[in-house]
């Protein structure tokens, strides 16, 4: 079964700080993974999807298949981005998507 | 377009009534994906629906919780004879198409305290 580890509850660190939060997947296949972002008292919202190769609001993600991992990095951390992050795996199995969520890091800027 | 809708947003209840928390899905979505975040933990996804259809209700406990989204108005999730074990945030999401690259959208929740 397909399994996403986030390994810090909260990770805190100073504006201006480079960022990465980690995230290690399992699943055999080729998974589509995604971090989404919830901000204080908003909705869960899509971050970015490896399939895009994208940068939003500065952050990126490089799925490394060898390591099976998809950090979120940023170099130089911002108060607005203080948020909860969810690395998601998805995968389409029996006709479907399924979503596999993380248990999330919240992510703490200090100004 | 407003969005994933969920209400209500805040839902308390005495132990052994029962809650409904409903869902609408973005127009032209017909994917509803129903997720529960225990205090401290993540998002565990519970059931998927289509229209008039249960996909996968894997992750439901067996007992007392049901899904359904029939082909008008919006998904609810049942819940009866609830436990304080109950209490968390209850999260909607929609998507169009299902695949693997597809997004899902997200409602803002519904928050069940039971006393």
């Known amino acids: 079964a397909q399994r996403v580890t986030q390994p810090e509850k909260l990770l805190s660190v100073f504006k201006g700080a480079p960022v990465e939060l980690k995230c290690n997947y399992s699943?055999?296949?080729?998974?589509?993974l995604f971090w989404y972002v919830q901000y204080s008292r908003q909705r869960l919202q899509l971050l970015l999807r490896?399939?895009s190769r994208e940068s939003i609001k500065g952050f990126t993600a490089d799925l490394n298949k060898g390591e099976t991992s998809f950090h979120l990095k940023k170099p130089f951390a911002q108060e607005e981005d203080s948020a909860m992050y969810y690395c998601?795996?998805?995968?389409?199995?029996?006709?479907?998507?399924?979503?596999?969520f993380g248990t999330g890091t919240k992510l703490q800027v200090i100004p | 377009n407003a969005g994933v809708m969920q209400n209500p947003r805040h839902l308390v209840r005495r132990r052994g009534q029962e809650a409904r928390l409903r869902c609408s899905p973005m127009?032209?979505?017909?994917?509803v994906y129903w997720y529960r975040q225990l205090p401290e933990e993540g998002l565990k996804f519970m059931v998927y629906?289509?229209?008039?259809?249960?996909?996968?209700e894997s992750g439901m406990p067996k007992e007392r919780f049901s899904a359904e989204f029939p082909k008008e108005g919006p998904s609810i999730l049942r819940i009866q004879q609830v436990v304080r074990g109950d209490s968390a945030a209850y999260f909607c999401?929609?998507?169009?198409?299902?695949?693997?690259?597809?997004?899902?959208?997200f409602g803002p929740g519904t928050r069940l305290t039971v006393l």
């Open positions: 699943y055999s296949g080729s998974p589509e």
């Open positions: 999401a929609s998507s169009s198409w299902g695949t693997s690259t597809d997004t899902q959208y």
């Open positions: 127009k032209g979505h017909s994917h």
């Open positions: 629906l289509q229209k008039e259809n249960i996909i996968d």
């Open positions: 998601a795996l998805s995968l389409y199995s029996g006709g479907y998507q399924k979503v596999t």
């Open positions: 490896h399939i």
